[in-house]
């Protein structure tokens, strides 16, 4: 463990990126909350519905390496504050949109300033913490992205969009507000960061040549522990949003009235939080990540046979905790906190490591719905999609016990600490 010590002022640093993550959150999701009245104001099909919803994944899948080797040579302060502005000028054109390419591009727009919030985040903390602290870092910014999305259902649509008029000016609105908060940002961090004592974040050899950048990304591409992150990072996704975006039609398919489904899917979003917060730092104290990922892919696959099994709401919700917890919760910060302590990656490649595990993820974020939509229409039933995602979560966990401790990880103190 590091002798120096974290300032207050890269707590403070953390928390204001950390709400910069929960505006994110809630301007990507502002519209799956005001979908139904976007469809009918510019009278979508389902598949533009799809393309729309799905729009920001779609971003992250060519532009995430792209943009992690750009943050990992302009360093996080300025990233976070470039794609804060960003979003919050595409949320506030999608106020103003009339068409379905109007509403559309900006959406794309939103996804390629939140590579910079996703990306950024990471480095950030590798530059402010010592990097046997990043996995309780990492947890800070991941609720605040969690709670971002979950206010947005909660209260933008019933109690904040009709109290301002609507959709579109609550996207205006709300999209000013995140320019405004850009601003903010680069203020407080330009006034804080000389007086800080920063980590290892960077290197001052980096450039944007050619052979800079094309030699950072053979280093990540043929990093065996890295590569093995990548399929944790992808089988993670590929459940989110697998499940995330189906478990209403699976539970009212069960007998399960709308909104008891609805409130369950709210709670399954809400109770990530508890893995968010518990996982990295149980990890960070006892000085391991391998346990920790080969835990929560079984315990993930555990939960996931419950599911199947379950029949009354209580063992569903038993089996969606399980899930949400320790797959979607727990190994979000894992996956974006471990990059930093691997040899041959450290600080340095932080961004366009992470980007290198968004750039595949997302795929297993695209396809985890789809081919759940796919073997419903082909057998009628969501079992045989619910059994792929628990070998999904098992894969999880076989990478995780493939993998070798990160360097980072000083065990020996731990062990002290927990003795």
């Known amino acids: ?203 001052d050899d980096q450039s944007f040549s050619l052979y800079s950048m094309r030699s950072d990304l053979v280093s990540v591409f043929t ?24 478990l209403p039609t699976i539970l009212e398919a069960r007998g399960v009235s709308p909104a008891l489904a609805g409130t369950i899917t709210s709670v399954f979003v809400l109770v990530r939080i508890l893995g968010i917060v518990a996982v990295p730092a149980l990890s960070d104290r006892y000085g391991t990540r391998r346990l920790p990922i080969i835990a929560c892919g079984v315990t993930g696959a555990v939960g996931m046979t419950g599911l199947i099994v379950a029949r009354g709401v209580p063992g569903v919700l038993l089996s969606l905790a399980l899930v949400g917890v320790f797959v979607i919760g727990g190994l979000a910060p894992l996956v974006r906190a471990i990059p930093i302590e691997m040899d041959g990656i450290g600080p340095q490649l932080t961004a366009v490591a992470t980007g290198l595990i968004f750039t595949v993820g997302e795929g297993g974020g695209f396809a985890g719905p789809f081919l759940i939509g796919l073997l419903r229409d082909l057998t009628g039933s969501f079992t045989p999609a619910l059994v792929v995602l628990v070998g999904a979560s098992l894969l999880a966990a076989l990478a995780g016990w493939q993998m070798d401790e990160p360097a980072g990880v000083d065990r020996s103190t731990a062990a002290a600490d927990s003795g």
């Open 1 to 203: 463990m590091s002798d120096q010590q974290p300032s207050a002022g890269s707590y403070v640093l953390l928390g204001a990126a950390s709400a910069g993550y929960f505006l994110f959150t809630f301007s990507w999701f502002s519209l799956a909350a005001y979908l139904v009245p976007v469809v009918e104001a510019f009278g979508l099909s389902g598949t533009q519905a799809g393309v729309l919803t799905g729009a920001v994944q779609l971003s992250y899948i060519p532009l995430s390496l792209v943009s992690g080797l750009a943050i990992d040579r302009l360093g996080s302060r300025q990233s976070l504050g470039a794609g804060l502005f960003v979003i919050g000028v595409a949320h506030l054109l999608r106020g103003s949109s009339t068409t379905f390419v109007t509403i559309l591009l900006p959406t794309l727009l939103l996804g390629v300033g939140g590579t910079a919030i996703t990306f950024g985040l990471p480095k950030l903390v590798s530059e402010l913490f010592p990097a046997d602290r990043s996995g309780t870092m990492s947890s800070v910014y991941i609720v605040g992205a969690t709670l971002g999305s979950a206010t947005v259902f909660a209260v933008g649509r019933s109690l904040v969009g009709p109290s301002l008029g609507g959709w579109r000016p609550f996207f205006r609105y709300t999209g000013a507000a995140v320019v405004v908060f850009a601003v903010l940002w680069t203020v407080l961090s330009s006034l804080l960061w000389g007086r800080l004592d920063t980590f290892s974040g960077g290197d």
């Open 223 to 246: 990093h065996y522990g890295l590569l093995l992150l990548v399929l944790v990072g992808t089988m993670r996704l590929f459940v989110t949003h697998g499940l995330s975006n189906w």
